[in-house]
């Protein structure tokens, strides 16, 4: 009796503290201001300075702030950081050194990391944890090289680049021709845990899926409007950017962390050696491919995507000898309002600290380096003329309005046929996924105290010409 009666109030003492902090909790959430105003389908955010998050992820982070100093201690710390990889990589037989630039951009990350990013307690402890993930992707590769000297010959025969400005549907572009089939694109789930390659098998690769879609549900608790933005499922194409995340020169980390020295490093970086890394990385997917696919595989022609592709396009070419260029173009203000108000909503990933003046100065140096980088496409070429034949301009309204005749469009640009199984499987993809961002989210400046003149007054001369050259009055305006 004396059991059951202890029981008895055990239980209700549980139930009392469950229910006491569940009563904090949405008390903390209502205190929230509210993240949206909704005019019948279209929902515009209030305020990104003031980051809104459910009521658990808040309680996560003031549960982790005592922590963070065992979780996350070595954040800042780039040894630390590789000594740790390589324990938990189980690199006791280290095949050789980390290349040098991956030293020296894990280093530029970590500095700014501490002395300009604000991380909060979580920010800390996601980041180390992703630093160390990459740190490990990266000894897997150096290791596998060393091993596998044959993987240097795999060929990258004619990929197709997808090089367009961001914000100009590139990803949904991406996932167009990676779903007829005909192309080898890189997933999602092969980055989460990058260069394990097991034993190749359906079970492997199902424990990486679900892997990934473990990280995209931590992510999607603190980012849940980002699939607004850009579409990802675990076995989803993704852009080949985050490749570069393991040699740490990266506009993926400035792009979630306000760290503008960091961006000031890369920008001044040599960008064929991204270019070069890519390219060794694609050949030990492709080199596990054809370990993995036995006598029958015949390896599928690559498609790659990222914006960055956009600046460095004479080390494509020089790389990849016969690769075709897709570059996407759409209105100035569209592009400029669109990737300011992503970087301001990707930086609460990190911190409770916004300062959205850097998030669209950020976005505005981004895209309209890429702007002046388009405009002088042709000037980039005029000792190689050639060159200009393999790249292709679309305009991305075109591809939303009729994805699969763009689609066909770069068939027949690229010296490809678009078999009538292919228009199957791209039919079938487009009729089961449609662009969910475009219909829902409405960009304005306000929410990131600017305004669409303040912006025209500084970057308007090349918002203008860049219209001019690709857009057309009426889009451009």
């Known amino acids: 009796t004396r059991m059951g009666l202890m029981s008895a109030r055990t239980l209700a003492l549980t139930v009392g503290v469950i229910t006491l902090v569940l009563a904090v909790l949405i008390a903390l959430h209502k205190m929230q201001p509210p ?6 389908r279209r929902v515009r955010f209030i305020d990104l300075a ?17 922590f963070t100093p065992y979780l996350a201690g070595n954040v800042y710390d780039p040894d630390a950081l590789v000594s740790e990889a390589m324990e938990r990589g189980g690199f006791r037989t280290f095949s050789g050194e980390l ?48 091993h596998h000297p044959e993987i240097a010959a795999e060929s990258i025969e004619s990929p197709v680049i997808i090089a367009g400005l961001p914000r100009t549907g590139t990803t949904h572009l991406l996932a167009l021709l990676a779903h007829t089939g005909d192309f080898r694109s890189l997933s999602y789930y092969e980055t989460t845990r990058a260069f394990d390659f097991g034993d190749g098998s359906e079970d492997h690769r199902e424990g990486l899926l679900q892997e990934a879609g473990m990280h995209l549900s931590v992510f ?11 579409t990802t499922g675990a076995a989803d194409p993704i852009e080949d950017m985050v490749l570069e995340n393991l040699i740490f020169w990266s506009w993926h ?63 494509l070419m020089d790389v990849f000898p016969n690769a075709e260029i897709i570059v996407t173009h759409r209105a100035a203000e569209d592009i400029s309002v669109s990737m300011s108000t992503l970087m301001a909503y990707l930086a609460r ?27 002088a496409i042709n000037a980039t070429f005029a000792d190689t003329p050639s060159h200009l034949s393999h790249i292709h301009h679309v305009n ?14 770069i068939y027949s640009w690229t010296n490809s046929t678009l078999s ?40 308007g001369e090349v918002m203008k010409a860049y219209d001019e050259a690709y857009v057309g009055p009426a889009q451009g305006a």
């Open 253 to 315: 980390f400035h792009s979630f962390a306000q760290i503008p020295s960091y961006a000031q490093k890369y920008w001044q970086r040599d960008q064929s050696v991204a270019t070069r890394f890519i390219k060794t990385a694609l050949q030990a997917l492709q080199w596990s491919d054809r370990y993995h696919g036995g006598p029958t595989y015949v390896p599928r022609r690559w498609v790659l995507k990222t914006p960055l592709h956009l600046l460095r396009l004479r080390e």
């Open 220 to 230: 999607e608790s603190f980012l849940p409007e980002f699939q607004q933005f850009i």
């Open 35 to 40: 993240e949206f105003e909704v005019a019948g």
């Open 99 to 146: 290349p040098d630039v991956a030293r020296a951009g894990l280093t530029a990350l970590c500095d700014a990391l501490e002395h300009e990013a604000a991380l909060n307690a979580a920010g800390q402890v996601l980041l180390k944890e992703y630093i160390v993930a990459q740190l490990i992707g990266l000894m897997r590769l150096v290791n596998l090289t060393a």
């Open 420 to 459: 009538a199984a292919a228009r199957h499987r791209l039919d079938r993809y487009i009729a089961t996924h449609p662009r969910r961002g475009a219909a829902v989210l409405a960009y304005d400046w306000a929410p990131l105290h600017t305004t669409a003149a303040a912006i025209r007054a500084e970057y």
């Open 349 to 375: 990933f990190y911190t409770d600290n916004i300062d959205v003046s850097e998030r669209v100065a950020s976005s505005m140096d981004y895209v309209t380096r890429l702007m002046n980088t388009a405009l």
């Open 396 to 409: 991305a309204v075109a591809v939303w309005k009729n994805a699969t005749n763009a689609v066909a469009d």
């Open 50 to 66: 003031q980051p809104w998050h459910m009521f658990g992820v808040r309680a996560l982070k003031i549960i982790l702030t005592p």
